[in-house]
């Protein structure tokens, strides 16, 4: 059983700034990547950063600049700081895991249960 939990969205104005926390747990043997995606209402899901455990991290070109993606390898938690937001980033916004539960066990994704972020005009 593994479980993402998340914390920190909220509603905020235009040009200000957010930060969400997610923490992973359970049977967890390893963590090959943690991230952030959203999900807009009518749209897909899409990636908005994520950090290998080596601390190489991918960001959508919508928000290069404005967010910066942080992890703590030892705590297994992941944040997203946002800043400079923009209407266009409200969202549903989901932690992911692609991790292992065993020594035997493949890669696969885990979800948070999504935490909404509104931006105000």
């Known amino acids: 059983q593994v479980q993402l939990v998340e914390s920190g969205g909220g509603l905020v104005q235009a040009g200000g700034s957010l930060r969400l926390s997610c923490a992973a747990s359970g049977s967890i043997f390893r963590i090959a990547s943690l991230g952030w995606y959203r999900q807009a209402p009518g749209k897909q899901r899409e990636l908005v950063a994520d950090i290998t455990s080596g601390g190489s991290t991918n960001y959508a070109d919508s928000v290069k600049g404005r967010f910066t993606i942080s992890r703590d390898n030892a705590k297994n938690t992941v944040d997203l700081q946002m800043d400079s937001l923009k209407p266009e980033d409200t969202a549903v916004y989901y932690c992911?895991?692609?991790?292992?539960?065993?020594?035997?066990?493949?890669?696969?994704?885990?979800w948070g249960q999504g935490t909404q972020v509104t931006v105000s005009s």
């Open positions: 992911n895991g692609f991790l292992t539960t065993s020594l035997i066990s493949i890669l696969r994704n885990y």
